[in-house]
């Protein structure tokens, strides 16, 4: 079942790109429907930070929060995260518990008074597997740190909650109100001049009109377009350096003896990228 009403007439910048994501997500019309839809939770805030960094360093880890608030009573703070590329969830994890912990710094023995939620946005496919070997191919994630019984009680003492959100990867059991927001990231980067959204959900638009390429600043369109220049160099210095990677494994193979068909299968290298390493080798 599909939930948009209406098609938005102007082209959208990419929400995979890290000038546009925070100009919609540091809105705080944008922010506030966002947590409410995603966390189900209503929030006021004073300040939308970026690039949240905490002085000292907790753990001696310098970590930064892509977009961070805190509600006006102090009890809950919240930091998207957008991810461009396959980044590890110990990573994610890592985030989630430093923000819980650095409360230690003004608590009182080691009460903590604030809920920490933290909402992961990936803009790429899972490229990650279960232990076990099994794909992940999940749109929503969640992840509650509440003890249970072994009768598998939940008790309710924490509320820290962390969502990590894919829109590469769509269920049918994901709710409307979450449906929306993927949709909106989904279409930014694939369909960005014929979105068909939820327009009748504020946030969601808000967010599009904030985004919409005819809304950028010349300096955000600047900024922007540089980021993507960076990402692109970024992509082709990985793939250099897994092709030299490769290439390393098969000098070694072909130095081991192994044949020029056993080596492709283990490295992708074509017979011919092959033949040309074992007349590197002679």
Not at 52 to 79: H, M, Q, W
Not at 196 to 201: E, F, I, M, S, T
Request: aromatic share 8%; glycine share 6%; charged share 30%.
């Amino acid at each position: 079942m599909r939930y948009h009403v209406n098609r938005y007439r102007s082209m959208l910048g990419n929400l995979d790109n890290e000038v546009i994501f925070k100009k919609a997500f540091t809105d705080k019309t944008v922010f506030k429907a966002f947590v409410r839809d995603i966390l189900g939770i209503e929030v006021e805030i004073d300040l939308i930070e970026t690039e949240k960094r905490f002085e000292p360093k907790v753990g001696n880890v310098d970590f930064k929060l892509d977009i961070f608030a805190e509600s006006t009573d102090k009890r809950i703070c919240i930091e998207i995260q957008r991810v461009e590329y396959d980044h590890h969830f110990d990573r994610f994890l890592h985030y989630f518990l430093m923000l819980i912990a650095e409360q230690q710094r003004g608590g009182k023995g080691y009460l903590i008074d604030r809920t920490v939620y933290v909402i992961v946005v990936l803009t790429a496919p899972y490229k990650i597997s279960e232990k076990n070997g099994k794909p992940i191919l999940d749109e929503v994630l969640l992840l509650k740190l509440n003890p249970q019984t072994l009768l598998g009680e939940i008790r309710e003492l924490y509320g820290h909650q962390f969502v990590c959100l894919n829109p590469n990867h769509p269920s049918l059991d994901t709710p409307k109100q979450i449906r929306d927001w993927l949709d909106l990231i989904y279409q930014s980067i694939y369909s960005p001049e014929r979105p068909v959204l939820n327009l009748q959900n504020e946030g969601i638009k808000k967010a599009m009109e904030l985004i919409s390429f005819e809304n950028l600043t010349p300096e955000e369109r600047e900024l922007s377009k540089n980021k993507e220049e960076g990402k692109v160099a970024m992509v082709k210095e990985r793939n250099a350096g897994k092709a030299e990677e490769k290439g390393i494994v098969a000098k070694k193979m072909i130095l081991g003896g192994f044949t020029n068909e056993i080596i492709s299968k283990m490295t992708d290298l074509s017979i011919e990228q092959i033949n040309q390493l074992r007349a590197e080798i002679s």
